[in-house]
């Protein structure tokens, strides 16, 4: 009879121990990507993640929610052996360098091939990406530093254009 009562004792206080244990890590789950149709015919991969944060303590401030991303157009694709060259088209907004650096990783993640990206808001801009400088003529130079947000540079480079110009630009990874 000693036994049967410290095993319900052992199986009680295992029960208890078990329902005082807090989750304190964050889960995530992926799911499989997703194709959707951009304009022009090219195509979007994305990868929906949900991810469950702990339960915040009492009397802390909440977190504040990440901002929608920037929907973003595949507007020009020149593949190329050292990775493509996208021009992507942004709605005409106004951004700030976070979010200009989020549309940058977006399209990474859609396109893992791309070294180069130039982020317009305004598709009459296009064709001024693409052209050197020397060959611009003055109004689509004007065009182009208006409407020329930010440039992913050798896959690794972030330089900021036209309004962000200030900003200048800086290097990620390894």
Not at 10 to 39: D, K, M, R, W, Y
Not at 96 to 116: C, H, K, Q, W
């Amino acid at each position: 009879m000693k036994v049967i009562g410290r095993l319900i004792f052992l199986v009680f206080f295992g029960l208890v121990a078990a329902g005082c244990n807090q989750n304190t890590e964050a889960t995530t789950t992926t799911a499989p990507p997703s194709v959707t149709q951009v304009g022009g015919g090219s195509t979007s991969t994305g990868i929906a993640t949900t991810t469950t944060a702990p339960d915040e303590p009492t009397g802390t401030t909440p977190s504040v929610a990440a901002p929608d991303p920037i929907e973003f157009e595949v507007r020009y694709r020149s593949q190329k052996d050292d990775g493509d060259l996208l021009v992507v088209l942004v709605p005409a907004g106004e951004y700030d360098d976070r979010a200009l650096e989020g549309v940058l990783f977006n399209i990474l993640d859609a396109y893992p091939t791309a070294s180069d990206v130039r982020v317009i808001d305004d598709i009459a801009a296009l064709q001024a990406v693409l052209t050197d400088d020397a060959d611009l003529v003055d109004e689509d130079r004007s065009l182009r530093d208006a409407h020329y947000l930010v440039e992913l540079a050798n896959g690794v480079r972030i330089v900021f254009h036209g309004p962000f110009a200030d900003l200048g630009s800086y290097s990620f990874g390894s």
